[in-house]
Structure formats: structure tokens, C-alpha cells
Nanobody, 122 residues
Framework: QVQLVESGGGLVQAGGSLRLSCAASGRAVNSYYMGWFRQAPGKEREFVAAINWSSKSYYADSVKGRFTISRDNAKNTVFLQMNSLKSEDTAVYYC????????????????WGQGTQVTVSS
């Protein structure tokens, strides 16, 4: 079993930055795909970014160039650096882990954190 705990969310003005962290425990996740998803009120959960075991990263078009995903395998932690935040980035952000070679669909992920709220004021 893998437990995931997100942190770093909060309230920020448009144009600002936040750094989300996802700490994993229970098992080393260095061989897992790690992903970030988000869900805004009234909308379905959507893919944001993912990173594989060799630190190859993938991004949704809506965040490309503004968000950066990274991982520190020694600390069993994944990060999401979010810059140039927009009001449409407001959502609950979830960290997830999968051992499958698939990163885009949330159904591929086996483990989920509880989520952290990000609110961007315009």
C-alpha cells in the first residue's frame, strides 16, 4: 500500500506561484508514474501533469510552460511548481501513483491523496 499526502495549497493572486508537495509512504514510489490531477467545482477531475521513474514529464496543454513537475526519489516526494497562476487553475489538486505504464487517465492510478485546495483570486 502507498499513502499519499499533499501539501502546499492555498490562496494566491493571479500571476502568483505555489509549490505543491506530495509525500509518499508505505512503499518507495521511485518506479511509479506519479501524477497530479485537479477538480474544479462542478467539473470532472482532469489530468495536470505526470512524471515517470526516469523523470520524463508530461503536461496538460492548459498548464504547459507554467507548471513543472519534479520528483525527489530519496525523499519519496513529488512536487508541482505552479507559476503564472490563473483563476481557472482554482481547484482541488490531487496527487496519484500508478505502477502501470499509463499516466493520462485517472482510472490508471492505484493510489490517491486526499487533495489540497488551490484558490487563485483575480
Amino acid at each position: 500500500q502507498v499513502q499519499l499526502v499533499e501539501s502546499g495549497g492555498g490562496l494566491v493572486q493571479a500571476g502568483g506561484s505555489l509549490r505543491l508537495s506530495c509525500a509518499a509512504s508505505g512503499r518507495a514510489v521511485n518506479s511509479y508514474y506519479m501524477g497530479w490531477f485537479r477538480q474544479a467545482p462542478g467539473k470532472e477531475r482532469e489530468f495536470v501533469a505526470a512524471i515517470n521513474w526516469s523523470s520524463k514529464s508530461y503536461y496538460a496543454d492548459s498548464v504547459k510552460g507554467r507548471f513543472t513537475i519534479s520528483r525527489d526519489n530519496a525523499k519519496n516526494t513529488v512536487f508541482l511548481q505552479m507559476n503564472s497562476l490563473k483563476s481557472e487553475d482554482t481547484a482541488v489538486y490531487y496527487c496519484a501513483a500508478t505502477w502501470r505504464d499509463s499516466y493520462y487517465h485517472d482510472a490508471s492510478y492505484d493510489y490517491w491523496g486526499q487533495g489540497t485546495q488551490v484558490t487563485v483570486s483575480s
